[in-house]
């Protein structure tokens, strides 16, 4: 059964830096794959998605993620980080069934 | 554009009562989801419709009873509620399982 992992439960960075959010899925061909975000007392929304094509995908407010069919991964980036993008971001995958969330990595921003 | 309504934003109830959440959008989608999310779990999926009086079970659709009697309605009902299931529920439509979602701002369960 396909699933999808979040390493990372909690990261940190300093505003400005550049960030990494990292996803894995498990699926023998190609998902369509999703990053969604969740904004404090907010519903979540969709960053950005991914089926075929550039394997760099890019999405909103500066986000883009990338995917590797060897790595069976789809990490999430962004160049440099503002304090606005703390929130907790998730990946999802779907194999055709329906989607499958991580467990989330809530990203926290500091000064 | 549109909106995914739930109701109530927050409902309290007693262990082994039954409970229904409610969800409404007018995208006009065709399918819809009902999700849990509890702390540190990510989103599991309940129930699913792809089409109005059509139900598909997710993998945590034990204990739940969902309902679809219009295209624009998506009903839960927690059987019989338990402190373990104390979560978040969110409601999402969509255009198709490939498609972006679009969710509720979610219904919060306690259960004492």
């Known amino acids: 059964a396909q699933s999808v992992t979040q390493p990372d439960a909690r990261v940190t960075v300093s505003e400005g830096a550049s960030l990494q959010l990292r996803c894995k899925y498990s699926?023998?061909?190609?998902?369509?794959l999703f990053w969604y975000v969740q904004y404090p007392r907010q519903g979540l929304q969709l960053l950005l998605k991914?089926?075929?094509?550039?394997?760099v995908v890019q999405g909103v407010n500066g986000f883009e993620a990338e995917f590797s069919k060897s790595n069976s991964s789809f990490h999430l980036r962004k160049a440099s980080v503002h304090w606005s993008d703390s929130a907790v971001y998730f990946c999802?995958?779907?194999?055709?069934?329906?989607?499958?969330f991580g467990t989330g990595t809530k990203l926290q921003v500091v000064p | 554009g549109g909106i995914i309504t739930q109701t109530p934003k927050f409902l309290i109830g007693q262990e082994g009562q039954k409970l229904t959440l409610k969800c409404q959008q007018n995208?006009?989608?065709?399918?819809m989801y009902w999700y849990r999310q509890d702390s540190g779990k990510g989103l599991r999926l309940i129930y699913y419709s792809i089409t109005e009086n059509d139900l598909q079970k997710g993998d945590l659709s034990e204990g739940y009873d969902a309902s679809r009697e219009k295209k624009s309605s998506f009903s839960l009902t927690v059987t019989s509620a338990q402190k373990n299931e104390m979560a978040v529920f969110l409601c999402?439509?969509?255009?198709?399982?490939?498609?972006?979602?679009?969710f509720g701002p979610g219904t919060r369960l306690t259960v004492l």
């Open positions: 991914y089926y075929s094509g550039d394997p």
């Open positions: 999402a439509s969509t255009t198709g399982i490939y498609a972006e979602q679009f």
């Open positions: 995208f006009n989608h065709d399918t």
């Open positions: 699926y023998s061909g190609t998902p369509y």
């Open positions: 999802v995958s779907n194999s055709g069934t329906y989607q499958r």
